[in-house]
């Protein structure tokens, strides 16, 4: 019932429409009680309440401090619970630590039977309120005010605290489940949850995380909704909030469990812990979770956790469509782009959801990687443009851009002169029309560049490459790498050299190894073999440096012509070792190849020649 009253003694005592209060077989309008604390008679009201319901003084200014809350009159509120000592009030609900089990072995916390829960539930609801009451006040309070409101903040967080404290002592052993009052347990759980809220107010960030991880690893008999709000807003700070929370303690940390090393892992696993409940049908589906989810594993490129944990989630919580694009999306971030393709092509069948813009772009960006799709690509990237709408004009230029790579690629492996020309002028003409509709777009200079070069307009692409540089401040070094690709393409081997060193003076330490490959490769073609072997050289210490510090660079996606593995490097000298007929030098480097890729046709090559 709306503004229902609790229990305060052993037998029941509630509020009725009328507005009355009934304990211990009395009854008493409110509005008598209401009357008086607006005339500001907060004692007569108290007494006027002992004596009609028979309650101590604890229990009456309890009431009267929840019946100023549920008005709205929350300095009202406080007055009344600033006059009695609640922390005093609650010690004769404590157990005796001196209590010890019985000879037969009955446990200690069954001395909880003998406490008044109704009455210990009235006191510890007054102690949530105050924090309630110093909650509202704080926000209320003007910003300029920000030192007060901190300070009421964190007071309501103290205030709050006792009251977990306070049940904590009372149940030593935990809240058992089914033998506790209703009022006392709803408050237990309101105040688990206010905890951590009001110390993030406060601004004491370390203290909400020790809040919501006490919340999670005490016994506090939460039902299965109530713990899984905490789960959610601990993993949604954890994630957002910037804030390096630190390792639980060691007192909660269990022999053999999996510790989180950081607030990432711990997000993750809350919302994976999440997502399992909804399975098994113990919480209700949030479709927040898998969107927090999404975004934990994506910061740490773990689409393919991603995947596994769509494909858990049961039948009919997400809309099939919506599944298999997602799946998709999941599959092309872990570089699994067949299995990707596959999930689009159903999601775009004639049958499901021929239109959908954002799957057509998908699939045409998944074709364009591969020569052999490309054609399959084009149509998607004509049915994008076909589908986005007039105010779409963004959209109407990414399918240009898939279109032009798309047909760049179809180019590749084209099997007539004619066709591969044709073809190539469409994908310049498609990606020329791109940029009228995202002209500030930097990765369209480059994409220009690189058909350009490879339509052989050399200047045209000498010119995209300088304004792609310009516009990137020279920060992306795949500008810098097509720059001197170009020159060198021209034989301008000493102003592509210039571009390298510069490339160079502005590229991170781990990231110069693709700049000098190329700068030993520039060396050889200028005829500076001794030149080229202290680069490569160079580059080895830097590859061993790499391979220690982070492990052996896999061969995945991502890898390509922007990481150099240490084979290459070997391969490199011994080449060049060759060319100068350094035997004992070749057959040095060989034998290291040979330990780290046993079987090549490179190697088996270049050991021929000796």
């Not at 910003?143 to 967080?157: G, I, L, P, S």
């Not at 939460?222 to 909030?241: E, G, P, T, W």
């Amino acid at each position: 019932m709306p503004g229902s009253q609790s229990a305060v003694s052993s037998d029941h005592e509630e509020e009725t429409w009328e507005r009355e209060f009934r304990a211990n077989g009395n009854s008493m309008k409110t509005a008598e009680l209401e009357a008086k604390l607006d005339e500001g008679n907060i004692q007569e009201a108290e007494s006027s309440l002992r004596e009609g319901l028979s309650l101590n003084f604890e229990e009456a200014r309890a009431l009267l401090g929840r019946l100023e809350y549920q008005r709205g009159n929350v300095e009202g509120a406080l007055r009344v619970f600033e006059g009695i000592d609640l922390q005093s009030a609650i010690q004769r609900f404590q157990p005796s630590l001196s209590d010890k089990p019985s000879k037969k072995g009955r446990p200690r916390t069954e001395s909880v039977h003998n406490v008044p829960q109704h009455a210990a539930g009235l006191v510890l609801e007054a102690i949530y309120l105050k924090a309630k009451s110093l909650q509202k006040l704080g926000r209320l309070t003007e910003y300029n005010q920000q030192k007060f409101v901190v300070d009421r903040f964190t007071e309501a967080a103290g205030e709050c605290k006792s009251v977990l404290d306070t049940v904590e002592k009372i149940f030593q052993h935990g809240i058992p489940d089914l033998q506790v009052d209703g009022r006392l347990q709803e408050t237990v759980s309101q105040a688990v949850e206010l905890l951590p809220e009001l110390w993030k107010q406060a601004g004491s960030h370390d203290e909400a995380i020790a809040a919501y991880r006490r919340a999670l690893l005490s016994q506090w008999n939460l039902d299965n909704d109530c713990c899984a709000r905490i789960q959610k807003k601990i993993a949604v700070f954890l994630l957002y909030s910037g804030v390096d929370a630190a390792a639980p303690s060691l007192s909660v940390q269990i022999d053999g469990s999996y510790i989180p090393r950081n607030n990432l892992e711990e997000a993750i696993l809350l919302l994976m812990i999440l997502i399992r409940k909804c399975a098994l049908g113990k919480t209700k589906w949030d479709p927040s979770f898998m969107e927090h989810l999404t975004f934990a594993l994506s910061l740490c490129s773990q689409t393919s956790v991603l995947a596994r944990q769509l494909e858990e989630v049961m039948p009919g919580t997400f809309n099939r469509i919506d599944r298999w694009v997602a799946l998709a999306l999941c599959h092309s971030g872990a570089g699994e782009n067949k299995e990707a393709l596959n999930l689009l092509r159903k999601s775009l069948h004639d049958n499901e959801r021929p239109d959908d813009l954002m799957a057509l772009l998908l699939a045409a960006k998944i074709c364009s990687e591969d020569p052999f799709l490309a054609a399959e690509g084009v149509g998607f990237a004509q049915r994008a443009m076909t589908s986005a709408s007039d105010d779409q004009e963004h959209f109407k230029g990414v399918a240009l851009r898939m279109l032009g790579h798309c047909l760049g690629r179809q180019a590749k492996v084209s099997s007539s002169d004619y066709e591969r020309s044709s073809l190539q002028c469409e994908a310049l003409k498609s990606l020329e029309e791109a940029r009228s509709f995202d002209s500030s777009n930097p990765d369209l200079l480059l994409e220009l560049a690189i058909q350009y070069a490879e339509y052989r307009n050399v200047n045209a692409a000498l010119r995209y490459a300088k304004q792609f540089i310009d516009a990137t401040g020279g920060s992306v070094l795949k500008g810098w790498r097509l720059l001197a690709l170009i020159l060198s393409s021209q034989k301008r081997y000493s102003e592509a050299q210039v571009v390298i060193d510069a490339a160079l003076d502005e590229t991170a330490k781990w990231e110069q190894g693709p700049l000098l490959r190329m700068k030993a490769k520039l060396k050889i073609f200028q005829s500076l073999p001794m030149d080229a072997i202290e680069t490569y050289r160079y580059l080895l210490a830097l590859v061993q440096a790499q391979r220690k510090s982070f492990g052996p660079i896999k061969a995945n996606h991502q890898a390509g012509d922007d990481k150099v593995n240490e084979f290459e490097v070997w391969l490199g000298l011994a080449n060049l070792y060759s060319s100068l007929s350094h035997w004992k030098d070749v057959e040095a480097c060989l034998e290291k190849a040979q330990s780290l890729r046993q079987y090549s046709a490179e190697t088996l090559h270049t050991e021929g020649k000796l």
